[in-house]
């Protein structure tokens, strides 16, 4: 058994996600007034915001820029050392593009492209949210007290990607950062979808097919409730607020996530999870492998609406999409 394949455990978490809105403002109400989330710092063209049971400065970056699409994934590592060896690994691989001095709410980032281009980084030194007394909660394993606004989310959960070669950035994803293949999807032998996690979560990363192969798209980045009645209550509020649903509340079959999607209004897919469907201990998990022609009404939607062609076809930056 010595020649078994170890995981390599050297990526903790997704830490935050900065998404591109040519509307700033606009998309960081969204995440302030409707998901309640808290703005942290300001600097430049750019917003930090957390979640209040996040314990980081922050997780969500909103920059503004002429299209929306995402600006970059942060991922912090497990430890200094397994930053260092991380970073060799995707030095050795051509797509590393440097060290970066961090950002507000972390230290030096080591950055990097997935084949298909989107921007990631890893590192260790992380700000943690200091909490003013107005925010203190008494329920002392929560960084801040729940909010009154809005239907607050609780944290980050994970980010979607369109690729134009999903199944090689999934293979880079595995090869070099450790990620496990939980479930899949194959069309004529190909890997079109993947769902890879470094945790017991299903997934912190999924990579789909763009359809016209156009590369470095964002699907849908995901924040999580953890309690289902809450994407009603959020949906009573977006459809108060000409919020687009574009997937009412719906159970998913791969990962069996309670979830529903819309576009906040600088055009970016946002996912909520009522929960975060089932989890990973078995540490030689099989990947769940589905044929895409089994995926409609139960990959997709094991429980509600069918999902429209949209969310198959679109993802930010827009481009025309031709027939697909
Ligand atoms: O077609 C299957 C889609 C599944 C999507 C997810 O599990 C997700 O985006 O969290
Ligand atoms: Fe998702």
Redesign the pocket.
């Known amino acids: 058994m010595n020649n078994y394949q170890e995981p390599i455990f050297d990526v903790a978490q997704l830490a935050h996600v900065e998404i591109y809105s040519p509307k700033p403002e606009e998309t960081v109400e969204f995440f302030e007034r409707f998901l309640a989330m808290e703005v942290t710092a300001r600097s430049g063209q750019s917003a930090y915001l957390r979640a209040y049971e996040e314990p980081y400065h922050n997780s969500l970056k909103v920059t503004e820029a002429k299209e929306a699409g995402l600006g970059h994934a942060g991922w912090r590592t497990l430890s200094p050392q397994a930053l260092q060896r991380r970073v060799e690994a995707i030095k050795e691989t051509g797509m590393g593009r440097g060290w970066i001095e961090g950002d507000i709410g972390h230290g030096e980032a080591y950055q990097f492209t997935l084949p298909d281009g989107q921007l990631m980084e890893l590192f260790w030194d992380v700000e943690y949210y200091q909490c003013d007394d107005a925010y203190r909660s008494k329920l002392l394993n929560r960084p801040s007290k729940r909010p009154e606004r809005g239907v607050p989310v609780r944290r980050l959960d ?1 980010i ?1 990607l369109m690729s134009s070669n999903p199944q090689k950035d999934a293979q880079f994803m595995i090869d070099n950062l450790g990620f496990r293949l939980r479930e899949g ?1 194959e069309d004529e032998g190909n890997l079109i ?1 993947s ?1 890879l996690s470094v945790s017991n979560l299903m ?1 912190e990363i ?1 990579i789909m097919p763009e359809p016209n192969q156009v590369p470095g798209k964002l699907h ?1 980045l ?1 924040y999580w409730y953890g309690i289902p009645q809450n994407l009603y209550d959020i949906a009573d509020v977006f459809k108060e607020n000409d919020i687009f649903i574009e997937v009412p509340p719906n159970k ?4 069996q ?1 309670f ?1 529903m999607y819309v576009y906040e209004p600088g055009g970016n897919r946002v ?1 909520l999870f009522g929960d975060a469907g089932y989890l990973i201990f078995d540490p030689d998990w099989k990947p769940v492998i589905w044929d895409m022609k089994d ?1 409609p009404g139960y ?2 939607t094991w429980i509600g609406t069918a999902f429209p062609d949209s969310w198959w076809t679109q993802g930010t930056p827009v481009t025309k999409t031709q027939n697909v």
């Open positions: 994970h979607n999807i979808g769902w997934h999924a849908h995901c998913h079959g791969i990962s996530a979830c996912e995926v990959g997709d």
